[in-house]
């Protein structure tokens, strides 16, 4: 239902993936605010010694304009790239996806296998509990 939303909202289909290198341009644009300069780009992947090529960069921002992840603004002569989906949106994108492809849509598979697996510990889950007491509270004094 949500991702139905997304679509509609953004006019563009948000399942479409983005391969690890393009999520790694995405996470220093998302760190920067949402936008960046394609020399600041550079920079942060040199911090990195990322030791990507130019020409790698520029083809794996116009990958992420044609998914319409990204969207280009000259400037004078340098380019700016601005984030059309923020990251909480991919985020919960991917974590959709995710629940649906490897545990068909069953959230409860997800966090038996989490809690089996002690990937999340009995404080975690009380944190989520109470998380969700409060988010409910919420939605029955809005509603």
């Known amino acids: 239902m949500q991702k139905a939303v997304w679509r509609e909202r953004r006019?563009?289909?948000m399942m479409?993936?983005?391969s690890e290198s393009e999520a790694v341009l995405m996470k220093i644009i998302w760190d920067n605010g949402g936008c960046a300069l394609y020399s600041y780009?550079?920079?942060?992947l040199e911090k990195k010694e990322a030791g990507w090529k130019k020409n790698?960069?520029?083809t794996l921002l116009s990958r992420l304009v044609e998914k319409k992840f990204l969207k280009t603004n000259k400037i004078g002569?340098?380019?700016e790239y601005l984030a059309l989906v923020s990251e909480a949106e991919y985020q919960a994108m991917q974590t959709h996806h995710f629940v649906d492809r490897i545990y068909a849509g069953n959230v409860k598979g997800l966090?038996?296998?989490l809690l089996q697996q002690d990937i999340i510990s009995s404080d975690e889950l009380q944190e989520i509990e109470q998380?969700?007491?409060?988010k409910m509270k919420g939605a029955d004094?809005?509603?």
């Open 16 to 18: 479409q993936q983005i």
């Open 111 to 113: 966090v038996a296998t």
């Open 77 to 79: 002569r340098r380019n």
């Open 41 to 44: 780009i550079m920079e942060e």
């Open 11 to 13: 006019g563009i289909d």
């Open 131 to 134: 998380y969700w007491q409060t």
């Open 141 to 143: 004094h809005n509603g």
């Open 56 to 58: 790698t960069v520029l």
